[in-house]
């Protein structure tokens, strides 16, 4: 009985040994990815200003002037749903908006706003905003095209 209680205490030993060498291995494993993958992100997602994106918006042309009560409104809804992943000027959950039409067209931000799932499903730049963002995704919050519009209108105001 003795020689069991020995040999099991051995086998805890060297399953314990092992245990804490592979525990350190893998985190250095886990530490170069997360390297390998922060340098990829920082030019990852092109700018790409011809693409339209996957939805109903096929073309939208601004006024030269901001409509300021069409922003007003956008305003307003946008401080109510889109503040939970956004701030105007920094990262978050999802990107900052402030210079988004540096970055995007006004068709693809439109829908984008009106079919996240689409864009997710089929677009090549919101493919790559969703790894970068660590696949957190955009919720449908079922807006109407004018509501959109009006989002889309405050954003040219940051």
Known sequence: MSRKL?????????V???????????????????????????????????????????????EKEIN?????????????ICTACHLTDQRMIG????GIYERRSPEWVMNMILNPDGMLKEDPIAQALLKEYNNMIMTNQ???????????EYLRTL
């Open 16 to 62: 314990a040994c092992g245990g804490k060498q592979e525990k350190k291995e893998s985190f250095e494993v886990n530490r170069s990815k997360s390297e390998l993958t922060s340098d990829q992100e920082s030019g990852s997602v092109p700018i790409d200003m011809d693409n339209k994106g996957i939805g109903p918006i096929k073309e939208l042309k601004f």
């Open 68 to 80: 300021k009560e069409l922003a007003a409104r956008g305003e307003s809804t946008f401080n109510m």
């Open 95 to 98: 990107p900052a908006m402030a």
């Open 142 to 152: 079922n807006l109407s095209e004018d509501e959109a519009r009006q989002i889309a």
């Open 6 to 14: 020995i040999w099991i205490a051995l086998a805890t030993v060297f």
